[in-house]
């Protein structure tokens, strides 16, 4: 009885997810029906199918009529590892023990919360799961449900929108037991240098605890290809990329979000913890699915190709908006008066859909939501569509 009332409590810490709230805002008021709508609220890839993708599942049809594997099949985790080492220039990667198949990041992201960190823990403190704020929600979600406190780390104007390590003190790293990281970053466009990593690490090796690196935006940047945690990692020398796991995604890459297809790396023994949670959840990619998922892998002439489209869009919005390019994802993360205010009547006024930013943070000890005051689009309808965008986002009145 007492276990099921604070498991119901656990639930109850998570707040309603960030598109539920703005279905709600905008109840009761009507996108202006003489525009055309754009919807720039989710961060939905809206690319062709890349060519290689029909085919493929054509070839492999019959595979819907066979259970797969929870961890996917050796050619996809041997594609995956062959990626991460073209990538990020890596001198090894074992697909048998080093990566598992993810069905989109999002559940991988969760899951792997409850799968490294331990409510239980002999420490009189609740764990803490360490994450950026504004951030993906996932990993809120994630640090509720798997009973850590989460310690947010505020990404403002101040701290160039990077989390600020430097900002925590001693006795909270000591009960940390997990950090996300997402790089580029959901929704403020920020990446991760190596001396960023490099000092998590050192971090990490102190306190004893757990990185995990969300680089789903890994191929979306404005100039430099982002570095990644494992090769940062390995430069590093860190044996076998010890506390290290990466998520990454072909939502975003290869513009499949429908397909749910993702990689997670790193670290041997987190991989075996995590399959083993992962053996009775049970999240597998289907068979026809694994065999697109590694042409997606094997393939960088559709990345190349919408990494192109990507920057048109982001200097098509700036060229009329005004302000710099983010340094890496479609997002852009524009400062105003009133986000919810604004979002209400970008909808009503321009027939726009974005995003409040303060849906996409949370309240810190001093009430401090570092996403209010700014909105999230995101530019994946093209090149044209982005200049529209701004332009109708330049003309909004609030
Ligand atoms: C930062 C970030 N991480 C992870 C995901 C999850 O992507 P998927 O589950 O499609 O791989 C998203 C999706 O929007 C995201 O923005």
Redesign the pocket.
């Known amino acids: 009885m007492m276990q099921e009332k604070s498991h119901q409590a656990r639930l109850e810490q998570l707040g309603a997810y960030p598109f539920e709230r703005l279905k709600k805002l905008f109840g009761g008021i009507t996108a202006n029906p003489e525009l055309t709508h754009i919807d720039a609220g989710a961060?939905e890839p809206r690319l062709p199918l890349p060519a290689f993708v029909a085919d493929t599942l054509n070839t492999h049809i019959g595979g819907f009529s066979k259970y797969p594997s929870t961890i996917g099949g050796l050619e996809l985790r041997g594609a995956i590892a062959n990626w991460l080492m073209r990538r990020y220039d890596l001198t090894s990667v074992d697909p048998a023990t080093q990566v598992l198949t993810?069905n989109?990041?999002?559940?991988a992201?969760f899951a792997i919360a409850h799968a490294l960190v331990n409510p239980d823990c002999a420490t009189d403190d609740k764990p803490i799961v360490m994450m950026p704020n504004p951030m993906?929600q996932?990993y809120l979600g994630a640090a509720y449900t798997a009973g850590a406190e989460p310690w947010l780390l505020a990404c403002n104007s101040e701290t160039g929108f990077a989390p600020d390590l430097s900002s925590v003190e001693k006795e909270t790293w000591q009960r940390t037991a997990l950090v996300y990281v997402?790089s580029p970053s959901?929704p403020t466009g920020w990446i991760a240098d190596e001396a960023y990593y490099a000092e998590l690490l050192a971090l990490a090796d102190e306190y004893d605890f757990y990185v995990v690196s969300?680089e789903?935006?890994s191929e979306i940047y404005w100039q430099e290809k982002p570095v990644g945690l494992l090769q940062v990692a390995e430069k590093l020398g860190r044996e076998g990329f010890s506390r290290c796991l990466v998520?990454n995604?072909?939502?975003?890459r290869s513009a499949l979000?429908g397909m749910?297809s993702?990689l997670i790396a790193g670290d041997a023994e987190l991989i075996k913890r995590f399959t083993k949670l992962r053996s009775y959840t049970g999240p597998a990619t289907p068979l026809p699915l694994q065999h697109v998922a590694a042409a997606a892998w094997s393939d960088e002439t559709h990345v190349t190709q919408h990494l192109d489209v990507y920057r048109q869009s982001l200097k098509a919005f700036f060229d009329v908006f005004g302000g710099q390019i983010p340094a890496g994802s479609f997002f852009v993360w524009l400062p105003v008066t009133d986000d919810e205010a604004f979002a209400k009547a970008a909808y009503s006024q321009q027939a726009v859909t974005i995003l409040p930013g303060s849906y996409l943070g949370a309240e810190d000890e001093q009430g401090i939501n570092p996403g209010s005051g700014y909105i999230r689009a995101a530019l994946v309808d093209g090149p044209d569509s982005a200049a529209e965008l701004a332009r109708r986002l330049k003309a909004v009145r609030i």
């Open positions: 961060g993810a989109g990041t999002r559940e992201l993906y996932i997402c959901n969300d789903c935006y998520m995604s072909l939502s975003k979000p749910r993702g």
